[in-house]
């Protein structure tokens, strides 16, 4: 009976570890994801000419809520807009267009420009350039936050993006 209840009492911290350990996990991913979080779920047909940059890797499009009646599941934080970003063969990624370094340190909700022919974005506020093919990540500038990332699945035609 006693080695019952040990048994039980590691059990039990082990569980109580288990939750605290994920806990802290899921507070350092939002330190990150400074850009409050927003409905977003639309879906991109990538025969449509208006998103047909999307058939070639490395080419992006940007979405807003006006683009083709989306509306405002398409519009992203503060309505500055989506950038989708075609990574791979069947890959997609796709970024709000908030700059995060901004919105953290300023409170500022600044849409980042497209810069033509190139795979990433300029933040015409504190100058951060974002990398598209690495995540959003920063490679200039002050920023030490990412983008903010969606979800993305692809079906060989259409392209959803979603949270």
């Known amino acids: 009976m006693n080695r019952q209840i040990h048994t039980d009492s590691k059990l039990r911290i082990f569980l109580i570890l288990v939750l605290l350990m994920s806990l802290f996990a899921s507070c350092k991913k939002s330190e990150l994801d400074v850009i409050p979080s927003v409905l977003v779920d639309f879906t991109l047909d990538i025969q449509d000419p208006d998103f047909i940059a999307l058939q070639a890797i ?3 499009v940007l979405v807003d809520q006006y683009t083709n009646n989306l509306g ?6 503060d309505a500055n807009g989506i950038i989708v970003y075609r990574s791979g063969l069947d890959e997609f990624l796709a970024y709000d267009r908030t700059c995060p370094h901004d919105y953290a ?4 909700s600044i849409a980042v420009d ?3 022919f190139e795979t990433y974005v300029l933040c015409p506020e504190c100058g951060t350039k974002y990398v598209l093919p ?9 920023s030490r936050y990412p983008l903010k990332i969606y979800k993305t699945s692809f079906d060989g035609r259409f392209v959803r993006v979603y949270n």
């Open 105 to 108: 340190v300023n409170g500022l």
């Open 58 to 60: 490395t080419n992006y």
């Open 114 to 116: 497209t810069v033509k």
């Open 134 to 142: 690495s995540f959003g990540s920063p490679s200039e500038g002050p």
């Open 72 to 77: 405002y599941r398409a519009a992203g934080f």
